[in-house]
């Protein structure tokens, strides 16, 4: 495995210019009542690449792209995996995935994203932590560093409710077996009613609760986190603030935003936002990802608000689309991979919401 600084990975992702691609239903295999493994076989061939832990979108009956991790580190016989968690009315999970067969055409864009390995000097030990199918995007990383001559500690906590949410931990367990350097532990938080005690190794809770009980300091560490919004937001607080984490070696990919609510200067000023015809009073003084968001606006956000996914795209009024500052680079290279982006488009995760901004008028696609 290609080891990578913090900068290489971005300047790969950046070079690995996200594309549409083609590809074919090979196998939907339902692993519990809630995951689905899906493999597609993609027309590009062996030209397809990604970085370990991107993700792609996959485009939903409806028109509108859904976003899943790559599960694996490569291609196999011509076909990428992922792992597709099940929300009743979902666009893709629901609907789309229902009526999909072996044999039916899919199209995509991608891969996206910036959560992989990152060779840290001073990380001796390397945990990941992931809940549901946040395992996903972890799969591919440890999959990568397993075909190594891995040498330095790596511990993978993986959270579910109950044993079935483990949906590979068969797998996991293999690799604690055949690999020295490699440990698994499974956590569950659900009751005994959920069927959480059916596994009798696993440790009961969250699993960030089990690693701040298995650690007493990372400063010397790097940690991977990929999951519940809730699970990574508060693993990265207290791992940092109790157990001496360094903020540069935590990376993570939540399946949502992780707040940033507390960068947020008290008492900020309410600014009205008018978003598909819709007036709010929002606090200033965060992202307006984080103030649509917090004031009930429904908005994706893939990368957490991180301006790596572009699943927050919005189009600005025509009358408050000069008032606004112009984009940085990095914006604007992620926009111009964006399919249907207009010159009014901008990404709510980058625009911090000002008292400049009051009356701004938006869409959301």
Not at 16 to 41: L, M, S
Not at 150 to 160: A, D, F, I
Not at 171 to 176: F, L, M, P, S
Not at 335 to 345: A, D, I, K, Q
């Amino acid at each position: 495995m290609t080891s990578l600084t913090t900068s290489e990975v971005s300047r790969a992702s950046a070079e690995r210019r996200p594309a549409a691609w083609q590809g074919r239903i090979d196998r939907i295999h339902r692993v519990n009542a809630t995951v689905a493994v899906v493999t597609i076989r993609v027309a590009q061939g062996d030209a397809f690449r990604w970085l370990p832990g991107q993700y792609v979108d996959v485009l939903a009956d409806e028109g509108g792209f859904r976003s899943f991790s790559l599960a694996g580190a490569r291609l196999v016989d011509g076909c990428i995996e992922l792992h597709i968690r099940h929300v009743p009315g979902g666009a893709f999970s629901d609907r789309t995935l229902n009526r999909l067969e072996p044999g039916d055409r899919v199209s995509g864009r991608g891969p996206f994203g910036e959560f992989c390995w990152r060779d840290l000097p001073h990380a001796t030990h390397v945990l990941f932590m992931c809940t549901g199918t946040g395992y996903a995007p972890v799969r591919a990383i440890v999959q990568s560093l397993l075909s190594t001559s891995l040498e330095r500690p790596v511990s993978l906590y993986w959270g579910g409710r109950s044993a079935a949410d483990l949906y590979f931990i068969d797998e996991a367990r293999e690799w604690a077996r055949t690999h020295r350097h490699f440990r698994f532990v499974p956590v569950l938080s659900g009751d005994a009613e959920s069927g959480a005690d059916s596994l009798v190794d696993a440790r009961r809770g969250y699993v960030q609760h089990a690693v701040m009980a298995d650690f007493d300091a990372l400063e010397n560490a790097s940690v991977y986190a990929c999951g519940s919004p809730a699970m990574v937001t508060d693993a990265r607080a207290t791992l940092i603030a109790e157990r001496g984490l360094r903020g540069e070696s935590f990376f993570a990919d939540p399946f949502g935003p992780i707040d940033d609510a507390v960068s947020r200067t008290p008492n900020a000023s309410e600014i009205r936002v008018h978003a598909n015809g819709v007036e709010y009073r929002l606090a200033g003084d965060q992202t307006l990802l984080a103030a649509l968001r917090s004031g009930g606006v429904p908005m994706q956000s893939v990368c957490g608000g991180k301006g790596a996914c572009g699943t927050c795209r919005i189009e600005i009024g025509e009358a408050s689309h000069a008032s606004l500052p112009a984009p940085g680079v990095d914006e604007t290279d992620l926009l111009e991979c964006l399919p249907n982006v207009t010159p009014r488009s901008r990404l709510a995760c980058q625009l911090r919401l000002d008292e400049s901004m009051d009356g701004l008028v938006l869409s959301i696609p």
